[in-house]
DNA sequence: GCGACAG
DNA sequence: ATCTTGTCGC
């Protein structure tokens, strides 16, 4: 399937030609698994070494809000970590005005624009895309990880600290190191009752029985099951809650704007 | 009308 | 997202 440059976020849309394009979106996704690569060896230096191939080139995806001198938040900064074998081999950033405020449900329309910029920067091309938000765990299934994979026709990982909407199928509290629990579409989904959307991961967590973390919500954003969209997460995920390339764009996002701060 | 709501 | 100290636990 082709890129879809014609379905980019447009922020001076109406709200609902908004979500009709988030219709749109949602029928060109493919919420299954369609990538070349062995996602095995997107994390681990060793397996990397030992294939054949190149190992896969994965990019985490992540925002921060600069300010103008009235100490409003006037622009918004994409910054974009590419990871290979473990390593960083490229970081890119944009910053674009704007336009929109934020809106649950319609969170590509207001960050779409940097991240596409950014994502043009790239000099290397990413065999998959992770970001931070939901993909298919959205109310009509077109997340910002979906939608921007989409665009690009990109493999993409929706990672979210939170739940938009959809139910899980379990309780969701002090979940073991490694587990997983089903999401699936309720009625605010725009998809059929228990539909699976995706998974909370739990990529780490406390031996200690008094605090505990919480999971990460996982979806297919483009071209990525369910399944293997958590198995890249608790894969890439060694030493903290976030997936590497996710928990890196998240502080060079930062560190970008505080470049443009001083 | 009321409640729910990624970053 | 962003604004920030204290605090818990290893």
């Known amino acids: 399937m082709p890129p879809r440059p014609d379905l980019a976020p447009d922020s001076g849309l109406e709200r609902a030609e908004m979500e009709a394009l988030q219709r749109e979106i949602a029928d060109a996704a493919v919420f299954e698994d369609d990538f070349a690569f062995d996602p095995s060896t997107l994390g681990d230096p060793l397996a990397a070494a ?15 809000f600069l300010t ?13 970590v590419a990871m ?25 329309f207001r ?3 940097p991240i596409l910029e950014a994502l043009e920067a790239l000099s290397v091309d990413p065999d998959l895309l ?8 959205h109310f009509r299934q077109a997340g910002i990880a979906t939608h921007i994979g989409v665009v690009r026709d990109v493999p993409a990982v929706g990672v979210a600290k939170s739940l938009l909407c959809g139910s899980p199928r379990g309780d969701l509290e002090n979940l073991a190191e490694g587990t997983r629990v089903p ?3 309720n009625a605010r989904v725009d998809a059929p009752d228990g539909t699976l959307l995706g998974y909370a991961v739990q990529t780490r967590q406390y031996d200690s029985p008094n605090r505990y973390i919480n999971p990460l919500y996982v979806s297919p954003g483009h071209r990525v099951g369910p399944d293997t969209a958590a198995d890249i997460v608790l894969a890439l995920a060694d030493s903290y809650k976030l997936p ?10 930062d560190e970008a704007k505080r470049g443009l701060e001083e």
């Open 50 to 64: 030992s294939s054949p191939d190149d190992p896969p080139i994965v990019a985490g995806v992540d925002q921060s």
């Open 68 to 80: 103008n001198a009235e100490g409003e938040q006037d622009r918004a900064l994409s910054a974009v």
């Open 130 to 137: 992770l970001f931070d938000g939901s993909g298919r765990i």
């Open 244 to 253: 590497e390339p996710v928990r890196l764009a998240d502080s060079y996002a």
């Open 84 to 108: 290979r074998g473990g390593e960083v081999i490229e970081r890119v950033h944009a910053v674009t005005p704007l336009e929109i405020p934020y809106i649950p449900g319609l969170l590509a």
């Open 111 to 113: 960050e779409g624009g």
């Open 183 to 185: 999401i699936e579409a």
